[in-house]
């Protein structure tokens, strides 16, 4: 069974300073030290390595702002399926998040560029041609500021992962069993880690992105399953 990204532990993360081609007519004005489409492409080749003792990564990369004030990003999650269903997996996805204008967080668009179970086989040209492409797709990017991940304004609390900055009404991240197949009652959320915040080139909007683990339960079988979650807000919304 695929963990499902939710709006998409402290969990792995690392980053290196290797490179990779910008997708052609876009670019990717991430942070200095964020991790590069090609650091995540080599974090799945060792992940497909059975053999291979590297650890397992998860992570968030904001990759910049789109002309209509939408956050895109990468989300990266090699994980075990504690329920059992799929097995040890990896997930690479290219996003887009708008401002949700409700009480709860709306998902962002996603495309993706691997899914695979361990021992399945992985094409990296291909993953890297998909990426660039779901990435070319979003139009020229701008970075905007980055911010202090301590301002980032995200909790749990009763299960439920909250946005709870900026002095306005809290918002929904991922309630338990909002979304969850009928199965999965114990779907109460644990661990949270930010992994990006910042504003828009105008100042108009917010991104928050990172990652929580939340408590699933199948025929049985609990454990705790990674997603992401990414939380755009803008003035007057």
């Keep these: 069974m695929r963990a499902q990204l939710l709006l998409l532990a402290p969990l792995l993360a690392c980053g290196s300073s290797s490179s990779s081609p910008k997708a052609p007519g876009n670019t ?3 942070p200095a030290d964020a991790a590069t489409l090609a650091d995540d492409v080599a974090a799945l080749v060792n992940a497909a390595d059975l053999d291979n003792t590297a650890p397992w990564v998860q992570r968030v990369t904001f990759l910049g702002w789109t002309a209509d004030h939408r956050a895109a990003f990468r989300l990266l999650i090699c994980a075990p399926d504690p329920l059992g269903g799929r097995g040890d997996y990896c997930d690479l996805d290219v996003c887009a998040a708008s401002a949700s204008s409700g009480q ?3 998902p962002p668009a996603c495309e993706s560029a691997a899914a695979f179970a361990l021992g399945e086989p992985f094409d990296v040209a291909a993953t890297t041609a998909a990426a660039e492409a779901s ?3 979003l139009g020229p990017l701008t970075a905007g500021t980055q911010g202090a991940l301590a301002d980032a304004g995200v909790l749990v609390e009763h299960g439920s992962v909250l946005f709870a900055a900026g002095g306005g009404p809290r918002r929904v991240i991922h309630a338990p069993n909002d979304g969850i197949e009928e199965e999965e009652m114990r ?3 644990s661990m949270v880690s930010t992994d990006y915040e910042g504003t828009s080139p ?3 909007c917010r991104v928050v992105l990172g990652r929580f ?3 699933g339960w199948y025929e ?3 454990g705790d399953i990674p997603r992401g979650f990414a939380v755009v ?3 007057g919304a």
Excluded: K, M, R
Aim: glycine fraction near 8%; charge should be negative.
């Design 28 to 30: 990717a004005p991430t």
């Design 104 to 106: 709860d967080i709306e």
């Design 135 to 137: 990435l070319t797709a």
């Design 187 to 189: 779907a109460n959320a």
């Design 202 to 204: 105008d100042g108009a």
């Design 213 to 215: 683990t939340f408590l």
């Design 220 to 222: 049985g079988v609990t």
């Design 233 to 235: 807000t803008c003035d």
